[in-house]
């Protein structure tokens, strides 16, 4: 199983970016996908998650909700992560993640996730 992330870059305060995970291996609308950041200095913290098709919904960080869509095209087995309203405080390597286990709620937890992208970095200047 491989995830690439990609989309990353510098934008100024206020702007937008929207992250790719392209996968292969696994087709990514039987299983929850999740995006999580780790800033310089700071532990990997959850931004998104969405679950499988058929089980359908998304949860989102306290600090991005309203501003950030996780969304998913499954013919192209790609997971998006689109952010607007890009904060200093948004800036961090942001990774995809993959589960295998399946459960009735929204995994947030890193332990979760069994499968990892590289991860992109997102800078935001203020």
């Known amino acids: 199983v491989q995830l690439q992330a990609f989309g990353g870059g510098s934008v100024q305060a206020g702007g937008f970016l929207r992250l790719s995970c392209a996968a292969s291996?696994?087709?990514?609308?039987?299983?929850?996908m999740a995006w999580f950041r780790q800033a310089p200095g700071k532990e990997r913290e959850f931004v998104a998650v969405?679950?499988?098709?058929?089980?359908?919904?998304?949860r989102y960080a306290d600090s991005v909700q309203g501003r950030f869509t996780i969304s998913r095209d499954n013919a192209k087995n790609t997971v998006y992560l689109q952010m607007n309203s890009l904060k200093f405080e948004d800036t961090a390597l942001y990774y995809c993640?993959?589960?295998?286990?399946?459960?009735?709620?929204?995994?947030?937890?890193?332990?979760?996730?069994?499968?990892w992208g590289q991860g992109t970095l997102v800078t935001v200047s203020s």
């Open positions: 969405i679950r499988r098709s058929g089980t359908g919904g998304s």
């Open positions: 291996g696994r087709t990514l609308s039987r299983h929850s």
């Open positions: 993640a993959l589960a295998e286990r399946h459960v009735a709620g929204f995994m947030v937890r890193s332990y979760d996730y069994d499968y």
